[in-house]
């Protein structure tokens, strides 16, 4: 039979509850708050770059490492914006995304039965990746709404197994964004464990509230154990370009930079040269981005609110998790399939970001979409409290 073929590191993976209730709302024609498509007009500066690089024929294989141009522009960035001194011809990769740099790292950095702590919720993605490279998943419970990172509570969660932590600033699913203080004990705690540290930045820029988004590399020593993993995805909206990169000290990058000749050759060249162009976007591109995704976020707490789905207003990322528990379903799947079929508008259940049953009162909603189409989710999600009462 075909299944006597499948690896075993395969067998016990599932696919995300984010795939399958994209294909729910597919199936209803519903408006899609459950995956973070980010389906948002991308800027001109950055199409444009792509476009061009099209036509003057560069499409052909960058080094590994990424382009040159690109790797420039990256560490002028990271300069500016993160505080991070990296040198472009050693420290940077360009990946197939950010969950390529991830992966990258589980597999060039970590061996088999090697534990990774992941503080939960988590993203499923680095869930499933870390299982696929054969590491030891391993979870640290953060409690809403603050979702704080605790000393004793990270101290406890750490055994002989454990050789990297995850940390995801802003988060996804929660929209937590990791304070100074938090990473400072993060400091101590790895410097005394001798963990790796691997970042996963992806909304940095997405932030809200007057508050400032904080590399963890830039604190303490921090920086001689992380990966940062960053990318352009959801900064200028083409998740589907699939556009991301790693910093990290030398000896880590050279060795991600081997799995990732070995994985995916390049980056796409031509899609490197747009990114590169939106690097050049000026200082006001990305305020106007925070302030847009604030308003927008603004909206769809106020409709959850008042459909009495309390919302857990996030810090950053565009993403909110929403407190179901009072309604009666025994699971955040039922609550979110309710959703989707009374008023047509789709979620992600808790349990998708869970390992424990903290998650079955949750749903999680996306809100990375325009004005228009937002609001006319908001509309549709305040009739759910009715249709939810009069059951």
């Known amino acids: 039979m075909p299944g006597q073929f499948i690896a075993d590191r395969i067998r016990d993976i599932q696919q995300s509850e984010i795939r399958n209730m994209t294909r729910e709302c597919a199936r209803l024609e519903a408006i899609n708050l459950g995956q973070g498509l980010g389906d948002l007009p991308t800027p001109p500066l950055v199409a444009d770059g792509?476009?061009?690089?099209?036509?003057?024929?560069?499409?052909?294989?960058?080094?590994?490492?990424?382009?040159?141009?690109?790797?420039?522009?990256?560490?002028?960035?990271?300069?500016?914006?993160?505080?991070?001194?990296?040198?472009?011809?050693?420290?940077?990769?360009?990946?197939?995304?950010?969950?390529?740099?991830?992966?990258?790292?589980?597999?060039?950095?970590?061996?088999?039965?090697?534990?990774?702590?992941?503080?939960?919720?988590?993203?499923?993605?680095?869930?499933?990746?870390?299982?696929?490279?054969?590491?030891?998943?391993?979870?640290?419970?953060?409690?809403?709404?603050?979702?704080?990172?605790?000393?004793?509570?990270?101290?406890?969660?750490?055994?002989?197994?454990t050789r990297a932590l995850m940390l995801c600033t802003p988060s996804n699913p929660s929209g937590k964004l990791i304070t100074r203080e938090e990473l400072e004990m993060v400091d101590r705690v790895a410097r005394e464990h001798d963990l790796l540290v691997i970042t996963d930045e992806i909304y940095e820029y997405i932030v809200y509230d007057g508050r400032k988004h904080i590399s963890p590399a830039t604190v303490g020593s921090l920086g001689e154990r992380t990966v940062s993993i960053m990318g352009f995805s959801k900064t200028f909206s083409i998740t589907g370009w699939r556009m991301g990169y790693a910093v990290a000290p030398r000896e880590i990058a050279h060795a991600m930079n081997m799995a990732n000749d070995l994985f995916y050759v390049?980056?796409?060249?031509?899609?490197?040269?747009?990114?590169?162009?939106?690097?050049?976007?000026?200082?006001?591109?990305?305020?106007d981005l925070a302030a847009d995704y604030q308003r927008k976020r603004d909206t769809i707490c106020a409709a959850l609110n008042d459909a009495g789905l309390t919302p857990i207003v996030p810090q950053g990322a565009y993403y909110v998790l929403a407190d179901v528990s009072h309604l009666g379903f025994e699971t955040s799947k039922q609550a979110a399939m309710a959703l989707l079929e009374e008023t047509r508008v789709a979620s992600i259940p808790g349990s998708a970001f869970y390992q424990s049953a903290a998650g079955e009162g949750l749903l999680r909603f996306c809100f990375a979409k325009s004005d228009e189409e937002l609001g006319e989710a908001a509309r549709r999600i305040r009739t759910f409290r009715a249709a939810t009462a009069s059951h």
Request: proline share 10%; charged share 20%.
């Open 50 to 161: 792509a476009i061009q690089a099209i036509r003057d024929r560069h499409s052909t294989y960058s080094f590994p490492e990424g382009s040159t141009r690109l790797r420039n522009a990256i560490a002028a960035k990271l300069k500016r914006d993160n505080g991070i001194d990296a040198d472009p011809e050693g420290q940077i990769v360009v990946t197939v995304g950010s969950t390529g740099a991830f992966a990258l790292a589980c597999m060039a950095l970590l061996n088999p039965g090697d534990g990774i702590l992941l503080p939960e919720p988590y993203y499923g993605y680095h869930l499933n990746q870390a299982k696929l490279a054969g590491l030891r998943p391993q979870f640290l419970p953060l409690a809403p709404p603050s979702f704080a990172l605790v000393e004793r509570e990270l101290r406890a969660a750490i055994t002989p197994e």
């Open 266 to 287: 390049c980056a796409a060249t031509p899609l490197q040269h747009g990114v590169a162009n939106g690097l050049e976007a000026p200082p006001e591109f990305y305020r």
